[in-house]
């Protein structure tokens, strides 16, 4: 079997996704195998990713991609996932390898009868026991393709898809046999995760839809970095502390599950191949009284909430990224995906309805005579970044109605100054008259504050 077309000018090598002992990334590189000329069918070719020795060092298709026309896909916004066996292990040794060369391959369909100006066939990959095909494989002759042609992926890297649109048929080419050529949708992926529809073509015999058909899609896990909350300010004097402890937390995104608006898909995976979704975290003062009286006080305050719907939306509009649930592919290419956040990170606890919530805090404090009180509350910062560091859009904020702290100052008693020795008058011994009575010394109430919601 031979190959032919010019290959692409490789994109720079990009850190590669890693799943257990898998390694998963992305190549603009593509050599055609075969297409429909001279056929009575639409016009369409298919292509091997074939990522460059150098920039990618092991890596394999996980099947063809099938385009429409017979344009040349290098240098244009094709894109399509490649893979290679981490150097590592697998958490599970039981579990093997991540890749495996299929054992063999099942003929679909070939051109015979169809007039086109070359032989080819589609295949699909007959996978060892414990893994899976994720595509087809195209030949431009009738023969069986190179077994490393393809790799096959370990069953738990991957899950369980279902056929989405028609991308080409044979239908009208005269051919002797039929054959249908149809898109991946992933599922909807687990709070963490991504799934990946690799793009690339799968073929069954027929025009029908297939039914009973095995898709698989790509398991991706969200990088997430959690740190522990900001350290809670304390008071030592009545003037709250300037500086306060703030703690930052991020979400490691794949440049494909994000819509930039200032870079195509191309550009992206070019220049920024990932994104980083960070949240960082700081105690602000909601108000801060000093009691100098001899009884208790109240205190009250309003705290604003500065979430709502509007800065989700513009942020999902301007991002396609959706805290409140899944989000799915914007781009304009032929791959798909499902991705969900951690709940922890986007503070998007099931069937809370805190991000829509704008609704003011009335805060009220009691403070102990002579005390200094200040109340605080956790405002997270959201802001989304390109590799380079620079923002995709603007930032905005959550404020955790749950994260209420209050914090007193109490000044020391003033000193009891003791003569000295040497100008102390000769004691004198006051007659007794009755039994001395021990003094219970009574401790101060500590503060108290509430937080509700305020209509005003």
Known sequence: MTIHDEAATPTRHM???????????????FHRIWDSAGSRAKPAAFWRPTPAPDALPGYFPLGD???AGFDNLNNAS????????AQVA?????????????????????????????????????????????????????????LNAV???????????????????????????????????????????????????????????????????????????????????????RIPPSELDTSTHTAKLPWFTIKDPLLTPLEQLRS??????????????????????????TFRWTAPRVQGPASLLIFARATSVKFEGQWQSSMPTAMAFSAHLEDDFTQSKPHSTEWFNSIPMEIIAFAPKNRTVAVYLIQSDYRLLRADGTPVTDSFSYTDGNSLHITEYTPEEPETITPSLQTMAAPVTPPITETAKPV?????????ATVTDSET
């Not at 094709?78 to 066996?85: I, R, S």
């Not at 086109?116 to 095909?133: F, M, T």
């Open 15 to 29: 850190e590669p996704i890693r799943h257990d002992n898998l390694l998963i990334n992305f190549t603009t590189e």
């Open 65 to 67: 991609v099938i385009a």
């Open 78 to 85: 094709a894109v399509a996932v490649v893979v290679c066996e």
């Open 90 to 146: 697998s958490t599970d040794p039981a579990k093997g390898k991540a890749l495996s060369r299929p054992d063999d391959f099942e003929l679909i369909w070939k051109d015979s009868g169809s007039g086109s100006k070359k032989d080819g066939a589609i295949w699909r990959p007959i996978p060892p026991e414990g893994y899976v095909a994720l595509g087809c494989v195209c030949s431009n002759d009738h023969d069986k393709p190179s």
């Open 151 to 237: 790799r096959c992926v370990r069953a738990d890297l991957v899950t369980a898809s279902k056929v989405n649109e028609l991308i080409w048929s044979d239908k009208g080419s005269g051919a002797k046999q039929s054959v249908s050529v149809w898109s991946i949708a992933p599922p909807v992926a687990a709070p963490g995760e991504t799934h990946l529809a690799p793009g690339i073509a799968i073929s069954d015999n027929g025009y029908a839809r297939p039914e009973s058909f095995s898709a698989y899609s790509l398991r991706m896990p969200i990088a997430l970095k959690m740190n522990a909350r900001p350290v809670a300010p304390t008071l030592n004097g």
């Open 272 to 297: 920024s191949p990932f994104y980083l979704l960070q949240r960082t975290d700081r105690y602000l003062l909601v108000g801060h009284e000093h009691n100098p009286e001899s009884a208790n006080r």
């Open 440 to 448: 219970t010394a009574v401790q101060p109430e500590p503060p108290i």
